[in-house]
């Protein structure tokens, strides 16, 4: 090679090292002073992390850093800056972190909580495609069915409620998914789907299992003290290796049999039978898929109707206008159905504050960096945490005043039509890895919202001296915030919706 060349590729060398000195020099984005070694983990909150987050952005700014043990921890706290990362810069911000327990039950079907990868754009691709708006649209007749099912079954149990909510949300899912009907106790798939839940919530976050906080002490024997996480994570793997599989059996027996129902399941297989890595691939790569819609999409949706609920209980004048409204339009002879929706403003921004106001997925799932980045001047290191705080964003005063009031009319405009507002869809994140599930979601909550509003009345239980119980909201405070056990009265708001409910009869085609 010529001097010349050398001394080209020479200073191209130490120009590019200076400028990686000069990005590891430069700061990390702003937070609460860290102490040496163990960094900010003691200004870390342990519950409902989003209003600490939202509370640091008024002293550090939009962006907002933590550092715990060495891994770097940067929170957005506008719509502009988790845009201009989850979005514009989205090829390096679409990973997620590695959970040390997830990896230990080999949950790396789950495609949430999974790299960003060649598998996870082909299952994206798969899931983006069977829950686009279109495709849901297949499944109103379900949902509408399962919603009545669900309104009969408040009749005869009323104080179940969040049961029933669950139990809803499992039907509307299983059939969506595999066709397949849920019974009505003791459901197998359910059982098994509820227990991997369960696992997962009690497991994923940093420091409900100690292994997250050190992963070294995975290698350590099970016999030892404090290692029962071990025990924990090979139920966790049986769990979702089941959960991944038995429903897809079910469902591949039916086809084979000729009597396998429509759903995403079905749709899937037939449309992918080869990804490029041979039938067995498609297949599997399908049932993952599947297996993850089940899992991301039941709390997150039981939670989003049980604050609907909660609303209720809280809002009686809310209760009261979308009630007559509904009067209004559809009437008191038959339930609202989704024909009816452009003529329903008022149910329209009830759900939509129902998304803003007390939400379940607050700081969205978090995302893992794959390459250094500089932002505003701030360093931003590869496999930094990022976490978009959508709760400040739906919560700011400028654009939503009185931000934690129940406020429908913010979503109306004068002549109360809705107004569109893009920011909304904050609730299910940024970029590449937005929920799929939210055009489900959308359908879902608008039916059960109309349902159950056209049919019962919800107010406070009433205590031991017949006193009107007082509700104290409280939620969970954890990766879904979701309320915590409440009571209410759900009664028919008369007669006539008392024989509405009644005269539901399973629609057996659904
Ligand atoms: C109220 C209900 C729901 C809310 C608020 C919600 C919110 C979210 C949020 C914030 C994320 C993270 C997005 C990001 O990283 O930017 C997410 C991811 C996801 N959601 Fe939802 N979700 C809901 C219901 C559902 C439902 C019903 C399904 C499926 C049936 C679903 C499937 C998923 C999946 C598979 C992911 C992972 C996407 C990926 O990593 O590529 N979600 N959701």
Redesign the pocket.
């Known amino acids: 090679m010529s001097a010349p060349w050398l001394l080209a590729m020479g200073c191209v060398v130490v120009a590019s090292s200076l400028f990686l000195i000069k990005r590891n020099m430069l700061p990390h984005p702003p937070g609460p002073r860290p102490l040496p070694i163990i960094g900010n983990l003691f200004d870390l909150p342990k519950e409902a992390s989003w209003l600490t987050y939202t509370e640091w952005a008024k002293t550090y700014g939009d962006i907002v850093s933590v550092s715990v043990l060495g891994q770097v921890i940067v929170v957005a706290n506008t719509a502009k800056v988790a845009k201009e990362l ?1 979005e514009k810069r989205g090829t390096i911000y679409s990973d997620r972190p590695s959970i040390p327990f997830y990896d230990m039950m080999k949950w790396d079907w789950f ?2 909580t999974a790299h960003y990868s060649d598998e996870w754009r082909t299952g ?1 691709r798969i ?1 983006d495609h069977g829950m686009r708006p279109a495709a849901v649209l297949k499944y109103r007749g379900l949902q509408i069915d399962r919603t009545r099912a669900f309104l009969k079954r408040l009749l005869t149990h009323p104080e179940g409620f969040r049961d029933h909510i669950g139990h809803l949300q499992g039907e509307i ?1 299983m059939s969506l998914v595999y066709g397949y009907d849920v019974q009505e106790h003791n459901d197998r798939y359910l059982n098994i789907a509820h227990a991997a839940v369960a696992l997962a919530a009690e497991s994923s976050l940093p420091g409900a299992a100690i292994v997250n906080v050190f992963p070294f002490l995975r290698y350590f024997p099970g016999w030892l003290p404090g290692m029962g996480f071990k025990a924990l994570a090979l139920k966790g793997r049986e769990l979702g290796e089941e959960m991944v599989t038995a429903p897809f059996e079910f469902v591949k027996a039916q086809m084979r049999q000729g009597t396998a129902r429509p759903s995403f399941t079905v749709d899937s297989l037939q449309e992918y039978d080869d990804l490029g890595g041979g039938p067995e691939h498609a297949e599997r790569t399908v049932a993952n898929v599947a297996g ?2 089940y899992m ?2 039941a709390d ?2 039981s ?2 109707i049980s604050m609907f609920f909660l609303m209720l209980l809280m809002h009686p004048d809310v209760q009261k206008r979308a009630q007559a409204e509904l009067d209004a339009v559809v009437g008191r002879e038959r339930m609202p159905t989704y024909e009816d929706r452009p003529n329903l403003p008022y149910i329209e921004a009830v759900c939509k504050e129902l998304l803003r106001w007390k939400m ?2 607050p700081l ?2 978090g ?1 893992a960096t794959t390459a250094d980045d500089v932002y505003q001047g701030y360093f931003v290191p590869k496999g930094a945490i990022v976490l ?1 705080n959508s709760w400040a964003i739906l919560h700011d005063a400028s654009t939503y005043p009185d931000p934690d009031e129940f406020k429908p009319e913010r979503f109306l405009d004068a002549d109360g039509s809705v107004r569109d507002d893009p920011a909304l869809s904050a ?5 590449k ?6 055009h ?2 959308d359908t879902t909550m608008w039916i059960v919202a109309a349902c159950v509003l056209s049919v019962y009345g919800i107010r406070p239980a009433k205590d031991e001296h017949g006193q009107d119980m007082i509700v104290k909201p409280d939620f969970t405070g954890a990766l879904v915030s979701s309320p915590k056990p409440f009571r209410c009265s759900i009664a028919p708001r008369d007669g006539v919706a008392e024989k509405l409910i009644l005269g539901y009869v399973r629609d057996k085609s659904e």
Do not use: E, M, W
Not at 427 to 431: D, I, K, N, Q, T
């Open positions: 989850l495609l949430a994206r899931l899912i993850s819609l991301a999409g997150t949706t939670a989003g379940v997925a969205g799932i995302r978009a609730a299910f994140g940024f970029g890895r937005i929920c799929p599930g939210r489900l979601v």
